[in-house]
């Protein structure tokens, strides 16, 4: 099959995202959180499918010998590529090897389209990681990736210097020259986030000006936060391939997140950089991937419903009037395509009102609901643990102020202009809190 969909014959993108949330994602301690420990099977595949759909061409897989397992789970992976070749076109599963015999092996055993070899560069992983000297390390890795490329010439094969950034330039170039003829890119990753935007323009303008004609590869740590700006950069200074995971998940803090690179890139209208990515599934992929973790979408994360979710009183009344006032960004082309409007001790009368009279379809007038809210903000403080707000308005609304609902005919319930709903009916597969209600703003 590998052979068929040689990597010689893809034109690369500008920009390949090269997603190893199922390499580096399951290194990340929020599967320890609860108890989960990794991927299950099912999980990888729907990864998979998920990224594929996405217009990922390339995803970063352990090399097989890391376990029985990961070795059995090359296999379902690779039959859910096979089954949207047709639909999607081809893509590249990558395994993440050291420059290892063995490693390599079990890759090319296991029907891998390209290794991503690496080896330690620094001080510090030479030192206390493999304990070889610079001149050693680049005589093994030229070694064995000769005899690779001799041996299995439609690989696609990445070179990477571990600890790039702790590298000092010259000791990366006296490596990287050895092996820059054998390989399809360098990568230069950024393993304990020591990067900021400036380290990275100046290595990636190094990088290019000595090795013009291969293409270069980012992968960037977020020890400091510094995860998406420094991919941002790196892109920008012309690299053109980018390792991401969904949702940032890695080692300790992670990594750059997928959807949060793209998402930025089109704000700052690097459109030529998106093709080929279906970007409205941007928010599916990052609640699906949510999901595996048994968590909610981050709250850091720039696609995410709560960038589009609105708790102050003034917030929630700028909203009704336009959903401008407070979302300045296109989350809805990234298939955000809701707001959601929380009831709580910092609502105003003015969302008060709306939901009562547009969502619970009560006879209300404003100094009823100004009467209301005053009540609710007494109340809301003593609310019992796991109650909802909004059941809280109603219950003053009805049983207090005695309201009555409009009968409204079935057919014309979701007929207003700006529909809130309660949360309870919401259909994405993220829920945040009883107390949230929806306003559907732009599709
Ligand atoms: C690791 C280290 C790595 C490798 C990245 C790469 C890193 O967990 O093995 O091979 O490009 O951050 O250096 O993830
Ligand atoms: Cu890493």
């Known amino acids: ?10 034109r690369p993108r500008a920009l390949e995202i090269i997603d190893t949330t199922l390499r580096e994602g399951q290194q990340s301690s929020l599967l320890h959180d609860h108890y989960k420990y990794f991927f299950s099977t099912t999980d990888k595949q729907e990864i998979t499918r ?6 990922v061409k390339f995803i970063e897989l352990f090399a097989p010998n890391v376990s029985p397992q990961e070795a059995e789970d090359w296999q379902a992976i690779k039959a859910v590529r096979d089954e949207l070749i047709t639909q999607k076109g081809y893509t590249f599963l990558l395994a993440h090897v050291r420059c290892h015999p063995a490693d390599v092996e079990a890759a090319i055993r296991a029907g891998a389209d390209g290794l991503n070899m690496y080896i330690g560069t620094s001080d510090a992983s030479r030192n206390f990681n493999h304990g070889h000297g610079l001149e050693e390390v680049a ?5 064995l990736i000769e005899d690779v490329r001799r041996h299995h010439p439609h690989l696609v094969l990445r070179f990477s210097g571990e ?6 330039e010259a000791d990366l170039f006296r490596v990287y020259d050895q092996v820059v003829e054998c390989v ?3 990568g230069t990753p950024d393993t304990v986030g020591v990067a900021t935007p400036t380290t990275v323009a100046q290595r990636v303008q190094a990088l290019r000006a000595r090795y013009p004609k291969v293409a270069l590869e980012g992968h960037f740590h977020d020890d400091r936060g510094f995860a998406l700006i420094n991919a941002l950069e790196a892109v920008r200074a012309g690299m053109q391939y980018i390792q991401t995971t969904l949702l940032g998940i890695g080692e300790r803090s992670g990594i750059t997140s997928m959807t949060a690179l ?18 409205r599934g941007s928010y599916p992929i990052n609640v699906m991937m949510a999901d595996k973790l048994r968590k909610l979408v981050p709250s850091k994360e720039p696609v995410s419903l709560t960038n589009r979710t609105h708790a102050a ?14 979302e300045a960004h296109p989350l809805d082309q990234f298939g955000v395509t809701e707001s959601e409007i929380l009831l709580g001790p910092l609502s105003g009368w003015n969302i008060i009102h709306y939901f009562l009279k547009e969502i619970c379809g009560f006879e209300i007038d404003e100094a009823t609901a100004k009467a209301i809210s005053a009540e609710f903000k007494n109340r809301i403080y003593n609310i019992a643990p796991g109650a909802s707000p909004a059941g809280l308005l109603i219950h003053i609304a009805q049983e207090e102020f005695g309201l009555r609902s409009l009968q409204v005919p079935e057919q014309f319930r979701n007929a207003v202009a700006q529909n809130l709903t309660d949360a309870s009916t919401k259909e994405i597969g993220e829920v ?3 107390s949230g209600v929806i306003l559907r703003t732009r599709q």
């Not at 005589?139 to 070694?143: D, K, N, Q, S």
Request: glycine letters at 6%.
């Open 262 to 279: 793209l998402f930025n890139l089109f704000i700052d209208r690097e459109y030529d950089r998106l093709e080929g990515y279906h970007l």
């Open 184 to 186: 399809d890119r360098l």
């Open 432 to 434: 945040r809190h009883a």
């Open 50 to 55: 998920s990224l594929i759909l996405y217009g």
């Open 1 to 10: 099959m590998a052979a068929d969909f040689s990597f010689h014959h893809y």
């Open 313 to 326: 009183g003034v917030h929630q009344k700028g909203m009704l009037n336009s959903s401008q006032t407070y």
């Open 163 to 168: 600890d790039a950034f702790r590298t000092r």
């Open 139 to 143: 005589r093994r890795a030229r070694t």
